[in-house]
């Protein structure tokens, strides 16, 4: 049968895209005072629902929390050509390790005490290339490695340390995915 490609049923992807080998952790937290203002990084922080976190500027929404995957920054740093790369010039709110940011952006998943939604990926902004962020070449050094979004569904508090952990998918109308087991 050439040329013909067979798929896993959508159950099946469904169960795949659910399952994690092991939940995340918070490496690094950080929040915004003001639009352009420098990352203050903090070791714990709250947010209500609907909101963002405490201390930042965002004011909710699709993009009230920044996520960045921990194990990117070392690329980041060699494709910008730096030894290493602080996540506060990557201007996220929250740096992850041990779970994939990307298989988060259509599901809900626990930070700490705080229940997410992930709204879709975080795209650099031209600020990477100024000087003192990541310079000349900063923002393509960044393309793919932006991390994500996230709404805020349940408030509480963050801290570094705190466990990431998968809840469920959503579906594109924002309903949790109903999903069978019988593959």
Known sequence: MSGVRSSAPAAALSVL???????????WIGVRPGRRAVLVGVDSVCALKGGALEGDHARGGRRAVTLIQHEHLPAIAALAGRGSVDPALLR???CVSGINLLALRDARFRLGGLLLEGTGPCAPCSRMDEPGVLGSGGFNAMRGHGGITA????GG???????VTFIELIAASGAPVQRSLGL
């Open 17 to 27: 895209r659910s399952t994690f080998g092991r939940a995340g952790r918070v490496e």
């Open 92 to 94: 996220r709110n929250v």
């Open 151 to 154: 709404h805020v569904v349940e």
């Open 157 to 163: 508090r963050v801290s570094v340390g705190d466990a």
